[in-house]
T-cell receptor, first 114, second 116 residues
Framework: GQQLNQSPQSMFIQEGEDVSMNCTSSSIFNTWLWYKQDPGEGPVLLIALYKAGELTSNGRLTAQFGITRKDSFLNISASIPSDVGIYFCAGQRGNNFGNEKLTFGTGTRLTIIP | EAEVAQSPRYKITEKSQAVAFWCDPISGHATLYWYRQILGQGPELLVQFQDESVVDDSQLPKDRFSAERLKGVDSTLKIQPAELGDSAMYLC??????????????FGQGTRLTVV
């Protein structure tokens, strides 16, 4: 099945650094979501975006919904050890509060170097 | 805090055997999803239920996989016979439609299947 393209695949940073990752699609999505997954656990929702051009923050996390509706990015400021994990973007085609499947990205693995 | 329950957490089975996974969604959530996540990839939808009805099973390998949600609450995903390529994390998620926001899908901890 289709998977969204995420970059970078992995990141190695030092604590306190800012992080930026993005997600692109060949087709339009009307809702973009960012999830974090810890080893052996299910994904947990971080941020949801519902309108093209929307910029949304959740603490140290900021995400934007691209104008073309084919991309999104996630920034993490001042990284801390608990930010380690795999970050997934996900898209939904609908935006009318219908329950639709999520199409996930390929993931970005974040590692913090001591 | 309400959560999606899945069991077992881990399962090792021999190829050609049958295996089953169970999911109990958050109470009141009408929509239930089964996703498969191969190591190093993002989850991919296998089947979606709305109450007891299948909404989307286009990616479910129906020759060996089956899913049911008989009373519209908990759900079972079965594989028979299991193949080596079925080794993956099987994630269950559920969602509702809140009045003033888009639905959020909550995921369980998953069942890690290893076929040997």
């Amino acid at each position: 099945g289709q998977q969204l393209n995420q970059s970078p695949q992995s990141m190695f940073i030092q604590e306190g650094e800012d992080v930026s990752m993005n997600c692109t699609s060949s087709s339009i999505f009307n809702t973009w979501l960012w999830y974090k997954q810890d080893p052996g656990e299910g994904p947990v929702l971080l941020i949801a975006l519902y309108k093209a051009g929307e910029l949304t923050s959740n603490g140290r996390l900021t995400a934007q919904f691209g104008i073309t509706r084919k991309d999104s990015f996630l920034n993490i400021s001042a990284s801390i050890p608990s930010d380690v994990g795999i970050y997934f973007c996900a898209g939904q085609r609908g935006n009318n509060f219908g329950n639709e499947k999520l199409t996930f990205g390929t993931g970005t693995r974040l590692t913090i170097i001591p | 805090e309400a959560e999606v329950a899945q069991s077992p957490r881990y399962k090792i089975t021999e190829k050609s055997q049958a295996v089953a996974f169970w999911c109990d969604p958050i109470s009141g959530h009408a929509t239930l999803y089964w996703y498969r996540q191969i190591l190093g990839q993002g989850p991919e939808l296998l089947v979606q239920f709305q109450d007891e009805s299948v909404v989307d099973d286009s990616q479910l390998p129906k020759d060996r996989f089956s899913a049911e949600r008989l009373k519209g609450v908990d759900s079972t995903l079965k594989i028979q016979p299991a193949e080596l390529g079925d080794s993956a994390m099987y994630l269950c998620a559920s969602s509702s439609i809140p009045r003033d926001s888009a639905p959020e899908a909550f995921f369980g901890q998953g069942t890690r299947l290893t076929v040997v």
